[in-house]
């Protein structure tokens, strides 16, 4: 995976609306392909069939289909971030917050959910510790650790950042347990809260 900083996402690009939208519509399909056939399955002929476009198309606004995986990874992975955070900000106190912000990670990350986020983010970590570059998984695991310190923070525990780090390697472990066989999600977060010496307050999930 190439750095962040150096895709088209992230650098001007001077194109009409027609063609913006035709390379928006890119991204849109080849997080659908990612969503529903992985890592391996995201090719250039399946996110050009999703989207309704001739391959050429893909070539023509990205430089490769490894940069437009990229992009639609990051995207995803920034949409499930804003879910949690939005969780988090609804609720009444800092104590539901942290339940919700974790309820909600667990659940959206489930491979009981349709999306399969964990088995992806596994593929390509995978992928991206093989090339040696893994800028854009530690950009994305830092934006995560830092929303959830920020809530730690907000009930009141002495070392939020440190608890933060162990509460998240926490949660991907549940979502590992749980992608081997499904378990209770609530039940073993409540187990993970309890060890780390956490408060939180379970309210009605709604995670769409």
């Not at 804003?82 to 009444?92: F, H």
């Not at 695991?141 to 780090?165: C, D, H, N, W």
């Not at 749980?178 to 408060?199: F, N, S």
Request: aromatic share 4%; net charge neutral; hydrophobic share 45%.
């Amino acid at each position: 995976m190439s750095d962040p900083g150096s895709t088209l996402e992230h650098r001007p690009v001077t194109l009409s609306p027609n063609k913006r939208a035709k390379r928006e519509a890119l991204i849109i399909a080849a997080i659908g392909v990612l969503r529903t056939r992985g890592l391996a399955g995201c090719t250039s002929r399946a996110i050009a069939e999703a989207s309704g476009l001739a391959k050429s198309a893909l070539h023509y606004y990205f430089r490769d289909t490894e940069e437009i995986v990229e992009l639609a990874f990051q995207r995803l992975m920034t949409q499930y971030i804003e879910r949690i955070r939005a969780a988090a900000d609804a609720a009444p106190d800092p104590n539901a917050a942290l339940w919700a912000a974790t309820s909600t990670y667990l659940h959206l990350g489930s491979t009981q959910h349709s999306d399969q986020l964990p088995m992806l983010w596994f593929e390509v970590q995978l992928a991206a510790s093989r090339c040696g570059d893994t800028a854009a998984l530690s950009r994305l695991t830092a934006q995560t650790t830092e929303m959830l310190s920020a809530i730690v923070a907000a009930t009141g525990v002495k070392a939020p950042a440190a608890t933060a780090r162990v509460l998240l390697a926490s949660l991907v472990g549940i979502l590992v347990r749980d992608a081997l066989e499904p378990i209770d999600l609530d039940e073993a977060l409540r187990e993970c809260l309890h060890v780390l010496g956490l408060t939180a307050v379970s309210r009605t999930r709604d995670t769409g």
